[in-house]
């Protein structure tokens, strides 16, 4: 079926290793996927954090068909397309009150170089033009263009890359399993964590600083939950200090937590979100930007005639993209997944908290339908116990992701008990053999 598989660079990959023993998925459909054997296999990480509503739903699939026949592409650019406003408006409607805009990219990167440069533009808009600096977390994942992983906190994604943005400064990540191992939900202790802003805000002064970027809850780097006060603790200090606040929500976004947003799970309300995967169930790139109305309303200034932001995409707002974001809300709120993963969220937490007595189990943690497995790294070979349940795992059926040490769970919306329960006892079994 593949001639050749050398022409194919494949990202965030071994590649060598790949290439020598390929998975390879062909079809999906709701919580499955069919691998080039025909085997099928439970998807326990909805894609890659994205396929929220389920594999190939028939009301998206069918919009993003009629989409492709009826107008393939229009420039976004001083032109426009119904959807593009209709797609706009149905987001803002399920956002915290008072963020009723939403610009529109193509993926959660480049939702995070929009919203880094919309924060340091609005700033320079409303006469504060010192205040350039950017400020991410430890830990952080913010995709993989140049302010993304300049923010981030990731080494092995900075390391290689050069002198990254300047002026960009990190607070301290939460990760305190010492304190906080084998939470449920938010854990107790770390809301101090976030006083680190104060240290950043004292050397550099808040004059100089424009935001604040975090994941509420990050999820490439092992589902680090926050703890219980933090997020309010960075909303008091970035209000103390006039500095934005951004949440990037590209995981996060769409039902993960059990609300539409983990702003509205934790009760914290940002300046600016950045979401993607979720926003069109994965099936079409799309990403976006979602701000405050008075964020927005600082650029509509000056003469009309004029252009107020200078950014934008070729494919923002693209018409398959708006098409399936449509009929992913509207397949979102028929069965009210944005929602569902707060209902099921304590029959996940049992299953998977039932893990914690297994071979080299040291950390289990999880909210809505989100959970981080940690396992103690064989020495001198970080990642290998990990990746060794992962293709375990694969092999017996399940699909699921793993970072570092730590097996990341974050199934479709859709997942029933039944399913909770294959996907822990494979992991379980994958565990014991690994010992
Ligand atoms: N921000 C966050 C918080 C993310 O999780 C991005 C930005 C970038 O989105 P794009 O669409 O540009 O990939 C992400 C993406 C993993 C994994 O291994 C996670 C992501 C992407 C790839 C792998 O957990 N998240
Ligand atoms: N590079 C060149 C030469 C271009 O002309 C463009 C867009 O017109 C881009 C990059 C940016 O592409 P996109 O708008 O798809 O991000």
């Known amino acids: 079926m593949y001639k050749d598989m050398d022409a194919y660079w494949m990202p965030f990959t071994a590649n060598r290793q790949f290439k020598k023993s390929p998975r390879l998925l062909t079809r999906a459909s709701g919580m499955y996927y069919w691998d080039d054997r025909g085997r099928q296999v439970l998807d326990a990480v909805a894609g890659l954090w994205c396929v929220n509503a389920g594999h190939a739903r028939p009301r998206i699939v069918r919009a993003i068909q009629e989409q492709a026949g009826e107008m393939d592409f229009a420039p976004p650019f001083q032109m426009a397309h119904p959807k593009a406003f209709e797609l706009a408006h149905r987001v803002a409607q399920i956002a915290p009150t008072g963020m009723g805009k939403v610009f529109f990219t193509n993926s959660g990167s480049e939702s995070v170089e929009t919203a880094l440069k919309m924060a340091i533009a609005y700033h320079r808009a409303r006469g504060e033009g010192t205040r350039t600096r950017l400020i991410g977390r430890e830990r952080g994942y913010h995709g993989v263009n140049f302010g993304g992983i300049s923010v981030g906190g990731i080494v092995a994604n900075r390391k290689m890359f050069g002198t990254l943005l300047a002026g960009v400064d990190h607070i301290r990540h939460t990760h305190d399993p010492a304190r906080n191992a084998f939470s449920r939900g938010q854990p107790p202790h770390g809301a101090e964590f976030a006083d680190d802003l104060e240290r950043l805000v004292a050397l550099h002064d808040a004059s100089t600083i424009a935001a604040v970027i975090v994941e509420p809850v990050a999820g490439s780097t092992g589902v680090l939950i926050p703890p219980q006060g933090y997020l309010q603790r960075l909303r ?200």
């Open 236 to 435: 008091e200090i970035c209000d103390r200090h006039g500095i934005l606040l951004i949440f990037d929500e590209v995981i996060t976004g769409f039902g993960r937590t059990g609300s539409p947003f983990a702003a509205q799970t934790f009760g914290v309300t940002p300046d600016m979100m950045t979401v993607a995967k979720g926003l069109t169930n994965g099936c079409v790139p799309m990403g976006a930007v979602i701000c405050k109305d008075a964020i927005h309303d600082v650029f509509m200034q000056g003469p009309e005639h004029l252009i107020e932001f200078f950014h934008g995409y070729t494919y923002s707002s693209h018409p398959l993209a708006c098409a399936a974001g449509l009929a992913t809300l509207d397949t979102y709120a028929e069965e009210g997944l944005l929602t569902r993963a707060a209902q099921i969220e304590h029959t996940f937490a049992e299953a998977v908290h039932s893990l914690r007595d297994e071979p080299n189990v040291v950390d289990v943690r999880n909210v809505g339908l989100v959970a981080g497995i940690e396992l103690a790294s064989i020495p001198g070979a970080p990642t290998r116990r990990a990746f060794g349940v992962f293709l375990d795992c694969w092999e017996q059926g399940v699909m699921l992701r793993t970072t570092g040490d730590i097996v990341a769970l974050s199934p479709p919306l859709i997942i029933e008990p039944a399913q909770i329960e294959q996907i822990v006892e494979t992991v379980r079994v994958a565990l014991r053999r690994a010992a």
